[in-house]
Every structure is written in structure tokens, then in C-alpha cells.
């Protein structure tokens, strides 16, 4: 039997022409083509480079001179902040308040010659004691009329603590009165 052989390595053929022009093409001007587009490539970072630098150095600036007018202004940030609060607690305060004049008006409304208020002690929690002394005892049925006709619009309870009467003939009434 005769033997049979297969070779694997292929016979080498002479180029073409226009393989040979591929070849120089790409031995020579592909290095040539890549070496511009590097070139082109550095002066375009190198630009950036300097472009960008040139934007960070004044955007620092910009920082620095934002942060030294936040120190200028940071003293008075404590002034601001104890301002609003102090007006926070104001507004609290005159908004759970007690209207103390409108109770202080109505008495005063109801005082003339045979009725004068003598003291006036308005107390936490929305007390007023009040002494009244009147001339007669029909002075003191129409002001406790008067105080008991308003008492409901105006005052949670009214209560008459004393009543008394004085060497001249005049009564002093005390009275306890609650407000809403």
C-alpha cells in the first residue's frame, strides 16, 4: 500500500499587486495617519487640560470668596436664630393669652356714681376677684343683674364670694369669676 501524505502547510504564493499595495499602505501610511491622529489627540487634551484648569482655578475662586461672606454673615446667624425664637415664644404666648382688657372694659362699663369698682386682682389661670362697692341695695340688684347678663356670654362662672356693709351705708360685694 502506498503511503498518502497531507500537508497542511500551505505553499506560499507570491503577492499580488494589489496585495503588495495593501501592505505598504499599512506599513507605511497607517503609522503615518495614526501618529497625526495622536498628535491631533495630545493638543486636544492638552487644551482641555489648560481649558478645564483655567475653570477650576475660578471656580476655587468663586468658593473662597462665597465662603468668606458665609463667615462675614455666620455672626449674625446666633443673632437670627435667638431672634426667631424669642418671636416664636412671643406669638405662643399672645396667642394663649387671655384678653384681660376686654374683662377689664366690661367692668369699667358698668361702674358710675352709685357703683365703683374698688380693687381689680386678675390671677393665673383665668381668675379675677373683683370688689365693687355700690350706694344701695337697688344699685347692687341691677349691677349684679348686669354681671349676671353678661356672665354667660363672657365668663365660665361668677360667684359672689361676700357682701358686706360699710359705717356710711354703702355695700362692697366681692366677686370670684372664672373666665372661658
Do not use: C, W
Not at 48 to 61: A, F, K, P
Not at 119 to 126: V, Y
Amino acid at each position: 500500500m502506498a503511503s498518502r501524505e497531507i500537508n497542511l502547510v500551505p505553499k506560499v504564493q507570491a503577492d499580488t499587486p494589489q496585495e503588495l499595495k495593501v501592505k505598504r499602505l499599512l506599513k507605511h501610511d497607517v503609522p503615518l495617519v495614526l501618529g497625526v491622529v495622536v498628535l491631533i489627540l495630545v493638543a486636544l487634551g492638552g487644551y482641555s487640560y489648560i481649558y478645564l484648569g483655567g475653570q477650576i482655578g475660578g471656580l476655587e475662586r468663586n468658593i473662597a470668596t462665597e465662603r468668606s461672606q458665609i463667615e462675614a454673615i455666620k455672626k449674625n446667624e446666633g443673632i437670627y436664630l435667638l431672634l426667631k425664637q424669642k418671636a416664636t415664644a412671643l406669638s405662643t404666648i399672645f396667642s394663649q393669652r387671655y384678653p384681660y382688657a376686654d374683662v377689664f372694659n366690661y367692668f369699667q362699663g358698668l361702674k358710675n356714681d352709685n357703683v365703683g369698682i374698688r380693687t381689680m386682682k386678675m390671677a393665673t389661670g383665668g381668675v379675677t376677684i373683683l370688689e365693687v362697692r355700690v350706694t344701695n341695695t337697688q344699685v347692687l340688684d341691677e349691677f349684679i343683674q348686669h354681671v349676671l347678663a353678661g356672665a354667660s356670654e363672657k365668663f365660665k362662672k361668677v360667684q359672689m364670694e361676700s357682701v358686706g356693709i360699710t359705717q356710711e351705708g354703702n355695700f362692697n360685694i366681692t366677686l370670684h369669676i372664672d373666665h372661658k
